[in-house]
């Protein structure tokens, strides 16, 4: 069984930076993606960015050229840089990775980490 363990979040000024990362961890296991989703309060959980064993990448709209999505050589950590970090980016962050099942052929099934908050001051 796959899991993920988050770190690296807290609080924050507007304009300043944070780092998060996320490890999976277990047996004998392969990744298609990871990413981040944010959700706020009030708000659907939402795509932050995401990271393919292809190597592209997907951002939201809103977090373009700020953030920055990556994955370590092995595949199982995912770092995401914020830079100029504003107040609506603040939220529960939540680790996600698409994991490759041994069978049927080209399925997988989505791990899922705790969440770490992630909180904006002005």
């Known amino acids: 069984q796959v899991q993920l363990v988050e770190s690296g979040g807290g609080s924050v000024q507007a304009g300043g930076s944070l780092r998060l990362s996320c490890t999976a961890s277990?047996?004998?296991?392969?990744?298609?993606?990871m990413g981040w989703y944010r959700q706020s309060h009030g708000r659907q959980r939402e795509l932050v960015a995401n990271?393919?064993?292809?190597?592209?990448?997907t951002y939201a709209e809103s977090v373009k050229g700020r953030f920055t999505i990556s994955r370590d050589n092995a595949g199982k950590t995912v770092v995401l840089q914020m830079e100029k970090v504003k107040e609506d980016d603040a939220g529960d962050y939540y680790c996600?990775?698409?994991?490759?099942?041994?069978?049927?052929?080209?399925?997988?099934?989505?791990?899922w980490g705790q969440g770490i908050p992630v909180i904006v001051s002005s």
């Open positions: 996600n990775a698409d994991v490759i099942n041994l069978a049927p052929l080209d399925s997988y099934h989505e791990v």
């Open positions: 277990g047996k004998a296991f392969s990744i298609r993606s």
């Open positions: 990271h393919r064993s292809t190597g592209d990448s």
